[in-house]
């Protein structure tokens, strides 16, 4: 077991460096910093000027140069100004005297750059924003995960049945609508004049006060495409396992049906929609950005748009770096999981 | 002028449709509760007549009143256009006179597919699950808006014109000035004061040209990756298995972002991205020819060389934009939504595809293969692939509602597309700004967006039931 998790630690780091290079090599391609030295200047620069600029800015070095600063793993950059003497290095933070800036400074050393658009510290934008973020996929689970399991059983006990099929049905609807579409559709019924005007068409007050007004609407929207998903997994699931000899020898026994779901196949059923939810954490990664784009809500998502938007390469790459982590670690917890979920799985 | 109703004439009927309506949502909580305590009576070894007759009614209840409600929607849909006037025959009745031709191709579609269903295969089969047949309408349907209105049967007005003083108008209002012009904008006007009706079904087209082609594509190179991966092992399947974990594992959106923007287009990536993607369904053809007729010399050569020049000819024309006869172009745009697409579906092709071929890998029949000397490519895409087709055109099915949904977020995120087009997505992006005071310009692209996809779901849903028959 201890081998295994160490090797799989070790592919997502290698998979983790092979990422952030590729945000790091499309971001830093010529045309996006030119775009960035004029964002950053003004935008009438000449084609000199803006040369000078990215070369004052250290954006002028070759790809893995940068690369390696940005990890921290080479001496970060400085330049000196030829005719003023000017010294700009990477290192310096604000205010500081660039001579006393420190060697290195990357994600190994805890820096994790300057954002061009919000002129704050990375780190402290990733913090704040993740939080809020926490706070809504937080929420999200709590609604999506226990509706989804129950749809998924109370479908699966009993394949055919009335209630399997209209549950199913509702499920499939629900992986048919996207957020953008079923937050449009909500916001109409339940936000607007034209609907029933009981809660709020934006969650942006949510981010300091959540109430259900406010908070509703989008924890529902994000939590709505992902049931259906997992209920089908679920229902799946529970399907096969009622049908296992286990399960019909405990029926002939005499166990009434409701104590052959609740002890006998529940507990085996769960394992695979287990790894579903944790593999469900990509796609709601994605349902938190447009929903927090639909809904105004500044959270990571958000960030992730405006970092996107603006080419702000040091928060793009913080913000891709904190994505991959989840997306590579929920895979992982999914893996060690099904391990212990599922005994007779064994790992050489 | 008056605004258009939404039933017209047919307006008798509205008390009885909304009261069928109410009716219907009271019978089905009836009948789940109803069900449930019969279900559970059963259970415990306690039948008790009267709850199971109850849970009876409730069920029979449920299905009377969907079928009266269907059978409004009939007479809404025929009456509209049996209507003499635009006034008689309201905003239902006139867009559905307008959808003539759609309802005509549907029913001949359906008329051929029904009567010759025992001589389709698989696609006849379809006919037999209710699920898929009302899946397979519904696509059926769009297919047909879409093509029908790019040949511009359908649409009202022109989807980019704007009409002064029509902004944001309701569903049904009558344009200002009527010479020569549709009189009324069926659906309403949207922000810019344009004809929401025209541009869902332009939309449509949108959709329809690029989603299954996306598909189509990510499959071939899912397949051709996928097959080999499985079928060899080794350091082949570590080397493709890292490379599309690693596509899997960055967030979508960040992708798009990252492979969409102004900045990158300019530096020609995403050609060459297409120059790679491109090639592999040519390579697919070539291989799968090859392996095939590599005994029959003369037929391979023939079919080796329609196949290249073809390919090649459209190759040059879709990825390069350098058709040497200037048929083929492929708008710039429209390349890069498409090899976004095609780039982030692929992977997960190749882990299905991967999946079904080692699996099928082990059966005696591809032993038997082996033993009769056949080359391993033959073996790999006319022994396993074969095999492999029913989870496949499933998951192809799947796959085109999962690529419109992905061609929705790209438009909503204003990715890729004009921002005049009238994508869907790129039309809810603008609608939602007003949401809550004028939905219906995101409402209808919204609506349209989630009957496609469930139709595609449903029609999945169909075929895995009925290739699982087999």
């Known amino acids: 077991m201890g081998v295994f998790i160490l090797r799989r630690v070790g592919v997502m780091i290698l998979t983790a460096l092979c990422l952030t290079f590729v945000v790091f090599f499309l971001t830093n391609l010529y045309p996006a910093l030119e775009k960035l030295a004029k964002t950053q200047g003004n935008q009438r620069m000449s084609d000199e000027a803006v040369v000078s600029y990215l070369e004052r800015h250290g954006h002028l070095q070759p790809l893995l140069v940068k690369y390696g600063q940005w990890l921290g793993v080479v001496p970060g950059h400085v330049h000196e100004n030829p005719e003023t003497g000017a010294i700009t290095a990477r290192c310096a933070t604000r205010g500081m005297d660039p001579s006393e800036a420190p060697r290195f400074c990357g994600l190994l050393q805890g820096d994790w750059g300057f954002s061009t658009v919000f002129k704050d510290d990375v780190s402290n934008i990733i913090a704040v924003r993740l939080g809020l973020t926490g706070k809504l996929m937080f929420w999200v689970l709590v609604v999506m995960i226990p509706s989804a399991l129950v749809i998924g059983v109370l479908a699966g006990m009993r394949e055919g049945s009335r209630m399997d099929r209209s549950l199913s049905t509702f499920s499939i609807a629900s992986t048919a609508t996207p957020e953008y579409v079923s937050g449009v559709i909500l916001i109409t019924l339940l936000a607007s004049s034209a609907g029933w005007k009981i809660f709020k068409g934006t969650a942006t007050s949510a981010a300091d006060n959540a109430t259900l007004e406010n908070f509703l609407l989008p924890v529902l929207t994000i939590s709505l495409y992902g049931v259906g998903y997992i209920a089908r997994m679920t229902r799946a699931s529970m399907t096969e396992v009622m049908t296992a000899q286990y399960i019909r020898t405990a029926r002939l026994k005499g166990v009434s049906f409701r104590n052959v779901v609740l002890k006998h196949a529940l507990r085996n059923a769960l394992i695979a929609p287990f790894t579903v939810i944790m593999l469900q954490f990509p796609w709601l990664l994605n349902g938190v950005v447009i929903v927090e784009t639909l809904f105004n809500y500044k959270g990571f998502g958000w960030v992730l748009v405006q970092a996107a938007g603006n080419n702000d390469i040091s928060l793009l790459l913080a913000c891709s770096v904190v994505a991959v982590v989840v997306v590579l670690v929920t895979q992982l917890i999914s893996d060690i999981g099904y391990v212990f979920l599922n005994p007779r799985i064994q790992i050489s | 002028m008056e605004p258009l109703t939404w039933t017209g004439g047919l307006s008798v009927l509205d008390p009885v449709f909304l009261l069928a309506w109410v009716a219907l949502g009271i019978a089905v909580v009836a009948q789940i509760v109803a069900t449930f305590l019969a279900a559970e009576d059963i259970v415990e070894h306690e039948v008790s007549a009267s709850t199971r007759k109850m849970a009876e009614y409730a069920v029979l209840g449920v299905k009377i009143i969907a079928g009266l409600i269907l059978l409004l929607i009939l007479v809404y849909v025929v009456g509209g256009i049996l209507m003499p006037t635009l006034e008689a025959k309201g905003i239902v009745g006139t867009v559905s006179t307008r959808l003539l031709p759609v309802w005509i191709a549907l029913l001949a579609t359906f008329a051929v597919s029904i009567a010759f269903k025992r001589r389709l295969g698989l696609y006849g089969k379809l006919f037999d699950s209710m699920v898929g047949m009302i899946g397979f309408a519904i696509v059926m349907f769009w297919v047909f808006t879409a093509i029908f209105g790019a040949m511009d049967l359908i649409v009202t007005h022109d989807p980019l014109a704007q009409v002064s003083g029509m902004k944001n108008k309701v569903?049904?209002?009558?344009?200002?000035?009527?010479?020569?012009?549709?009189?009324?904008?069926?659906?309403?006007?949207?922000?810019?004061?344009?004809?929401?009706?025209?541009?869902?079904?332009?939309?449509?087209?949108?959709?329809?040209?690029?989603?299954?082609f996306a598909t189509l594509f990510a499959f071939m190179v899912g397949i051709t990756l996928g097959l080999p991966a499985a079928y060899f092992g080794g350091r082949l399947d570590t080397i493709l298995s890292f490379v599309s974990n690693l596509i899997l594992a960055f967030p979508v959106i960040l992708l798009f972002y990252l492979l969409v923007t102004p900045e990158i287009v300019q530096t020609g990536i995403p050609v060459y991205m297409a120059a790679v993607l491109f090639i592999f369904p040519i390579i697919f053809m070539v291989i799968l020819i090859n392996s095939r007729f590599h005994v029959q010399p003369v037929k391979r050569s023939v079919y080796l060389v329609i196949t290249l020049v073809l390919g090649l000819w459209i190759y040059s024309g879709v990825a390069w934009n350098a058709d040497p006869l200037g048929l083929i172009e492929f708008p710039p745009n429209l390349l890069v939504v498409f090899v976004s697409v095609v780039f982030v579906n692929s992977p997960t092709v190749f882990r299905i595809v991967r999946g079904i071929a080692l699996d099928i890998k082990t059966r005696d029949y591809v032993a038997a293969g082996q033993t009769r000397g056949e080359g391993p490519w033959y073996i790999m895409l006319w022994e396993i692939l074969p095999n492999a087709r029913g989870p496949l055109i499933v998951d192809f099915c799947l796959r085109i509602g999962y690529t419109t949904i992905l061609l929705g977020t790209l438009g909503f995120f204003g990715l890729g597309l004009s921002p005049e087009s009238p994508d869907w997505g790129s039309t809810i992006n603008d609608g939602r700004k007003l949401l809550s005071v004028f939905p219906h310009p995101a409402l209808a692209p919204a609506f349209s967006l989630m009957s496609l996809v469930l139709g595609l779901n449903l029609l999945a849903d169909g075929l895995r039931e009925e290739s699982l028959r087999d």
Do not use: I
């Open chain 2, 171 to 212: 569903p049904g209002t009558a344009l200002p000035d009527v010479e020569g012009a549709f009189p009324y904008y069926l659906l309403g006007g949207d922000n810019l004061a344009r004809d929401v009706f025209s541009r869902v079904v332009k939309g449509a087209w949108e959709v329809v040209k690029v989603a299954p």
